[in-house]
T-cell receptor, first 109, second 114 residues
Framework: GQNIDQPTEMTATEGAIVQINCTYQTSGFNGLFWYQQHAGEAPTFLSYNVLDGLEEKGRFSSFLSRSKGYSYLLLKELQMKDSASYLCAVMDSNYQLIWGAGTKLIIKP | ETGVTQTPRHLVMGMTNKKSLKCEQHLGHNAMYWYKQSAKKPLELMFVYNFKEQTENNSVPSRFSPECPNSSHLFLHLHTLQPEDSALYLC?????????????FGPGTRLTVL
C-alpha cells in the first residue's frame, strides 16, 4: 500500500528553527509537495521537490532523498504566524497526490 | 485568495436532504479536484476532472455525485448522506495533470450531516 508518515504535532519557540520530517512509500514517484494549512483555511503551496537535494525559499527550505523515501521541511526564524499544519504529499505514478495526515506546529513565545 | 472559490462555506443537512456544493476557479486551469478532509486524517481524493472529463473516481459512494459543466466550474451533489460524511470538502485546481503542477485549493465547505 501507499503510505506517508509525518509527526502528528511539534512545538517550537519563536525565533528558533524547526525541521518537520516526512517519509513515504508510494507506487512510483513524480515529486513531493509541502503545503501549509492554517486552522479553518485552505492548504497553500510551499514547495515542490522532484530531484534530490535542498530547495531554499526564504525562511523555508525543503529537502528530498528519493533513495531513502525521505523529505523534510525546515523553517527558520520562526514567527507566531507559522503556527499551522504542514502537509506532505507525494505524487504517485498515476499523478495523484498521496497525502500525509499533517504535522500541527505550535509556536510558543 | 487562491483564485478558487467555494460555496457555501458551511452547510448543515439532514440525512434525507439533497444539496450541492459549488466550486469555481478563476485561474484558467484545466484540472479540478474534490477532496474530503476529516480531522487528523489525510486528505482523501474523491474525484478528478481534466478538461471537463472525469479521470478518477476513488471508490466514492454513489451518494456523492460530481458534475463538471466546464473547466471553470465543479459541483458535488449530495443526497442521503450519513453522519460520517461530515467533514471539510475541499476543491482544488491545477494547470494540468502531471508533475510540476501544484494544486490551488479553495477555502472548503464545512459539512455537517445530522
Amino acid at each position: 500500500g501507499q503510505n506517508i508518515d509525518q509527526p502528528t504535532e511539534m512545538t517550537a519557540t519563536e525565533g528558533a528553527i524547526v525541521q518537520i520530517n516526512c517519509t513515504y512509500q508510494t507506487s512510483g514517484f513524480n515529486g513531493l509537495f509541502w503545503y501549509q494549512q492554517h486552522a479553518g483555511e485552505a492548504p497553500t503551496f510551499l514547495s515542490y521537490n522532484v530531484l534530490d537535494g535542498l530547495e531554499e525559499k526564504g525562511r523555508f527550505s525543503s529537502f528530498l532523498s528519493r533513495s531513502k523515501g525521505y523529505s523534510y521541511l525546515l523553517l527558520k526564524e520562526l514567527q507566531m504566524k507559522d503556527s499551522a499544519s504542514y502537509l506532505c504529499a507525494v505524487m504517485d505514478s498515476n499523478y495523484q497526490l498521496i497525502w500525509g495526515a499533517g504535522t500541527k506546529l505550535i509556536i510558543k513565545p | 485568495e487562491t483564485g478558487v472559490t467555494q460555496t457555501p462555506r458551511h452547510l448543515v443537512m439532514g440525512m434525507t436532504n439533497k444539496k450541492s456544493l459549488k466550486c469555481e476557479q478563476h485561474l484558467g486551469h484545466n484540472a479540478m479536484y474534490w477532496y474530503k478532509q476529516s480531522a487528523k486524517k489525510p486528505l482523501e481524493l474523491m474525484f478528478v476532472y481534466n478538461f471537463k472529463e472525469q479521470t478518477e473516481n476513488n471508490s466514492v459512494p454513489s451518494r456523492f455525485s460530481p458534475e463538471c459543466p466546464n473547466s471553470s466550474h465543479l459541483f458535488l451533489h449530495l443526497h442521503t448522506l450519513q453522519p460520517e460524511d461530515s467533514a471539510l470538502y475541499l476543491c482544488a485546481s491545477s494547470q494540468d495533470l502531471g508533475n510540476y503542477n501544484e494544486q490551488f485549493f479553495g477555502p472548503g465547505t464545512r459539512l455537517t450531516v445530522l
